[in-house]
């Protein structure tokens, strides 16, 4: 393979491309579900193939194919690649300049225990099985749901500068969740978090860590006695925010707010553009001083990990926020000139079909110093939510509203009851300016989000967030639909 993708950017050169890079991946995934007890799906996908991206005069062109094992078959894609190169550098205002990379051949695999894809079929689905029945138990309960999902896959990337780097990840992933019809009524309750539960770069071993059955019964329980809890206030209190749904605040309100292409206007089609515009690097208050945000591609376990970006730039740690101050962008090789000319490492592709553009590695809320305890104690009145039912942010990534499935009252310091449907609302920078305390690494941890979309044709990639838990003060809370 290593020769075929040699040949292919030696031939881009030799058609008039001033740079070429290749990617060739091969990836597998499993995905297994269960409703009610009974099996909704197993789904297995095996792809591969490569993708060429070429620059031509300061205008990129993209090509991709199934596979280049054909001399025929692989001019081709080149030359369509060129082509298009050499099209779009005629239309002005093309000037692509990529930041320096150091050049390395290297090979990276990340870790796990147990491959997932070797754990029986019907190992997987009796746990998920199980987990509905213990749901099913409680009275009340009317549908229970339970998913897994493991990923690998292999790249290997070449470019014309001279990086050859070869890269293996295993990923696995799961969750359960359970609702409840009473009166026109819908409560849910999931757990480790909604929308596909958590993923960790890690073997079968996370599925294990997770202990589904454990939490069956509280979440079969908590669904029920939603429908007693009382309605969300309408009011401005203190919320803390925990899990999944600081996981979500963070994706939406930052990680893709300092997106360079949105900022740029490269990109703005499927999520709009960024309201953190280039006059406030350096020179904006995003937030609190509690809050410290990072990007990491270098997380262990996280799932948007890799040693390389698919530019084959290494992979770092910086800052996106430092002590309230915006202070960094997500970056590329092409958008780096707008900050300090050195891409962070942050720019990924779906697949071997996709051209790579700025995507979060992991975005980090950096842990503070209290407890969650002392969060709580703290508050006089508000609002404890964690997993994320529902979420709304406009196309500056400014004004945003989320729900969560359940909330905790908090009184005088003290949890006082159950809260149901609520909700909160605010603007971005007015909101993290708010924070006023978050808790502290020994309760942060990492969580992966493995649905995030972005661009045209879009591109569905795997970001991981690290949290632990944050106070907010003066939330407009219950807010209507
Ligand atoms: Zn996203």
């Known amino acids: 393979m290593k020769i075929l993708l040699k040949k292919a950017i030696d031939l881009a050169l030799s058609m ?4 070429a890079d290749i990617r060739y991946s091969k990836f597998d995934s499993e995905s297994i579900s269960v409703k009610n007890g009974q099996v909704q799906g197993v789904d297995y996908h095996s792809d591969y193939g490569v993708g060429i991206r070429v620059l031509c005069g300061g205008a990129w062109g993209f090509a991709s194919n199934p596979d280049l094992d054909d001399s025929v078959r692989m001019e081709t894609v080149v030359k369509r690649a060129v082509d298009l190169a050499k099209a779009s550098n005629k239309v002005s205002g093309n000037n692509i300049e990529l930041a320096k990379k150091e050049s ?37 309960v009317a549908i229970t749901n339970g998913g897994l999902d493991f990923i690998r896959e292999d790249r290997l990337y070449m470019d014309t500068e001279g990086s050859e780097i070869s890269q293996k990840f295993v990923q696995s992933g799961g969750g359960i969740s359970c609702m409840s019809l009473l009166g026109g009524e ?24 997770m202990d589904f059955l454990q939490e069956a019964p509280r979440l079969a329980k908590e669904v029920v006695e939603l429908h007693k809890a009382i309605l969300c206030p309408t009011e401005k209190m203190d919320i803390i925010l925990g899990g999944s749904q600081l996981v979500l605040q963070v994706h939406e309100s930052c990680g893709h707010a300092v997106e360079l292409d949105r900022v740029l206007g490269y990109e703005a089609n499927f999520a709009g553009t960024s309201f953190l515009t280039l006059d406030k690097w350096k020179n904006y208050t995003y937030g609190s001083k509690k809050v410290n945000l990072v990007q990491d ?31 960094g962008y997500l970056k590329s090789r092409d958008s780096a000139k707008f900050e300090n000319g050195v891409s962070n490492g942050a720019c990924r592709a779906q697949g071997w079909y996709n051209v790579p553009i700025v995507r979060m590695t992991n975005v980090h809320l950096l842990p503070g110093n209290e407890t969650l305890d002392e969060l709580i104690t703290s508050t006089k009145r508000g609002i404890f939510m ?45 909101f993290w300016g708010n924070c006023e305390g978050v808790a502290s690494k020994d309760e942060w941890k ?24 944050a106070k907010f003060k003066d939330v407009k809370v219950g807010v209507s639909k």
């Open 16 to 19: 008039g491309a001033d740079y």
């Open 104 to 140: 390395v051949e290297d090979e990276w695999a990340s870790k796990f225990e147990v491959d997932p894809f070797t754990v029986p079929l019907e190992e997987k689905l009796e746990l998920l099985m199980k987990c509905c029945e213990e749901m099913s138990k409680v009275s009340g």
């Open 186 to 209: 819908v409560q849910q309750r999931s757990y480790p978090s909604a929308h596909r539960g958590n993923h960790n770069m890690a073997g079968y071993e996370f599925i294990k860590e």
């Open 297 to 327: 591609g270098t997380t262990t376990r996280a799932i948007g990990s890799a040693k390389y970006d698919d530019e084959g730039v290494a992979c770092t740690k910086s800052d996106l926020v430092k002590d309230g101050e915006f202070v």
């Open 386 to 430: 964690c997993e994320n039912r529902s979420w709304s942010i406009d196309d500056k990534r400014w004004n945003f509203q989320f729900g969560s499935e359940l909330g905790w009252m908090i009184e005088n310091g003290k949890i006082t009851g159950m809260v149901k449907n609520p909700t909160y609302t605010g603007i971005t920078p007015e």
């Open 446 to 469: 990492v969580w992966g989000t493995p649905n995030c979309g972005k661009g045209q044709p879009m591109q569905v990639i795997r970001v991981g967030h690290g949290v632990s838990y």
